[in-house]
């Protein structure tokens, strides 16, 4: 029979690329085989009543009924919960929006009031001022760069503080430690929606917050074939986070955790790659006549440039650039014909993207007066080289529009 042991705690002199080849591995998952196998399942049968009734008492211990996992979950589950200093456990969902809705869920009732960073992922919003409303839970935006200035906005009934850092699409850097601090003295959950970072450059439970969220959609899948969310809470927050889970119903399949755990085991080698070419690609585009401004936590003309150095380690493939002129229909001339990034949603995977973004739609209480049109880039594993000529290109029809 197997049984569930407690997620292998990443010793602290190792790094992170030797963990990650350790991660999830667990005692039992596997019977020697280096991967644990694609478990699917939905009945799990017990010997007799005896084993039943056993299993009904701790249903957490082993295997129980296949929508709360099998090794193969649970594999997953685990990684991810090693890979966060200050993490009690893991819950996987069909979707990054699964996750952050379920988490905000798991820790507010009807009456409270949650404050969301103005940068925060437009689904994200949508939610809150929808569904959450729906359930009589009030939203309020605050500003990214609000740093402690936050206490002014918590009410008595505030009961949760969502953060994103960097911003959806214009990549503001939250102070995060200063938010934390104020939130914990007044009992207020802080949630962190860590997807652009990954535990790999940002330890949001190490600076005080009380769930964390990826879209596993993005780098931890890598290969733009896979749609999975995760939530990673403390000790305090675990259970509530556990049983909201539970209550709702989430389950991922054994043949997509499987997926999530072959891009876990190449994450630091892409993201390696990716934040080297995305910040060449940056530093080539702040130099280009064309555009404006780059929004790239990693170049210290980002205004929030200083935090990013204090608590990341490092960044990842994702920015966005401002053109100094034109507006996003002029924008074909430069995306339409790119070689090398393909127009589409999403981000993270091996393959570059480019994408015009509307910001004014998704912002209610910041305004970042900008000239004109932002691209969002999402920098692949192709060579650097190749993704700057082919913008060079790009920029250069772009700018034929205007001087014709
Ligand atoms: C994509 C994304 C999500 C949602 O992930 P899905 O798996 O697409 O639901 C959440 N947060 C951020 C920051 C994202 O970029």
Partial sequence: MITRQ???????????????THAGRGPGFAEGIVNPPVWRA???LFDNLAALDAAIASPDKGLYYGRRGTPTQWALEDALTGMEPGAAGTKLFASGVAAIATALLAVVKTG???????????????FA???LKKFGVETSYFDPTIAAGIEALIRPNT????????????????????????????????????????????QPLALGCDISIQALTKYIGGHSDLMMGSATATQALWPHLK??????????????????????????????????SGLSVARWLEAHPAVDRVWHPAL?????HAIWQRDFTGATGLFSFVLKQGRRADTAALIDDLAHFGIGFSWGGYESLALPVDLPSVRSVTT????GPIIRLSIGLEDPADLIADLDAGLARYSAQFTA
């Fill in 6 to 20: 407690p997620p292998r705690i990443l010793p602290a002199n190792e790094g992170a690329a030797t963990s990650l």
């Fill in 42 to 44: 939905s009945t799990i």
């Fill in 112 to 126: 409270d009031h949650v404050l969301v960073t103005d940068s925060a992922y437009e689904p994200t919003r949508l």
């Fill in 129 to 131: 001022d929808q569904m």
């Fill in 159 to 202: 009961a949760a503080i969502l953060l994103e850092s960097p911003g959806s699409l214009s990549f503001e850097i939250q102070d995060v430690p200063a938010i934390t601090t104020i939130a914990r003295a007044g009992n207020i959950v802080t949630i962190l929606d860590n997807t652009w970072a990954t535990p790999l450059r940002l």
């Fill in 243 to 276: 049983t909201a889970s539970y209550r709702l119903g989430h389950t991922v399949s054994a043949d997509d955790a499987s997926l999530a755990l072959r891009g876990l085991r190449t994450l630091s080698l892409r993201l390696d790659r990716q934040e080297a």
């Fill in 300 to 304: 210290p003309s980002h205004p929030g």
């Fill in 368 to 371: 970042t007066p900008v000239p």
